[in-house]
């Protein structure tokens, strides 16, 4: 007696496999933005304030 192969995943299995994915991105996600946030990036130590009244007064 042969057993019959079957191709198609159920429905049940699809599903879970691709919560199991979505749950896995999920968590990439939350440990690339903790990573990024461990990151000190350079900011500008002098606020600039740019005088734009003779520009506006030319127009």
């Known amino acids: 007696m042969q057993l019959k192969y079957n191709r198609q995943p159920s429905l049940g299995s699809?599903?879970?496999k691709t919560l199991i994915k979505l749950i896995f991105a999920?968590?990439?996600l939350i440990f690339v933005i903790?990573?990024?946030e461990?990151?000190?990036f350079p900011s500008p130590e002098k606020n600039y304030q740019i005088d734009v009244t003779n520009e506006i007064k030319k127009l």
């Open 34 to 36: 903790f990573l990024i």
């Open 14 to 16: 699809s599903i879970f």
């Open 26 to 28: 999920i968590v990439v």
């Open 38 to 40: 461990k990151i000190s």
